[in-house]
Nanobody, 116 residues
Framework: QVRVVESGGGLVQAGGSLRLSCAAS????????MGWYRQAPGKQRELVAG???????NYADSVKGRFTISRDNAKNTVYLQMNSLKPEDTAVYYC??????????WGQGTQVTVSS
């Protein structure tokens, strides 16, 4: 069973930075895609950024140029560096990890709040 644990959320002023971390476990093989979704109050969950095991990345248009996703395959860990944060980035951020059978595990979510 894939287990995913996030950390690093918090409260920050607009223009500030935060770094989210996510560690996955439960697979004897390397994880395939890993990444982050977010869900703001009253809105649908949306993809923020994803990264494959080979390092290919994709981002939501709203975060391009501000957020950077990276991963450490040896640690089964993915990071999301968030710079120039805006109030509209306020949401619960969820990490996911796909195992070799493409079963997707989800984290419990971490709150990011950006004050104006």
């Amino acid at each position: 069973q894939v287990r995913v644990v996030e950390s690093g959320g918090g409260l920050v002023q607009a223009g500030g930075s935060l770094r989210l971390s996510c560690a996955a476990s439960g697979s004897i093989f390397s994880f395939n895609a890993m990444g982050w979704y977010r869900q703001a109050p009253g809105k649908q969950r949306e993809l923020v950024a994803g990264i494959t095991s080979s390092g290919s990345t994709n981002y939501a248009d709203s975060v391009k140029g501000r957020f950077t996703i990276s991963r450490d395959n040896a640690k089964n860990t993915v990071y999301l560096q968030m710079n120039s944060l805006k109030p509209e980035d306020t949401a619960v951020y969820y990490c996911y990890a796909d195992d070799n059978l493409l079963f997707r595990g989800w984290g419990q979510g971490t709150q990011v709040t950006v004050s104006s």
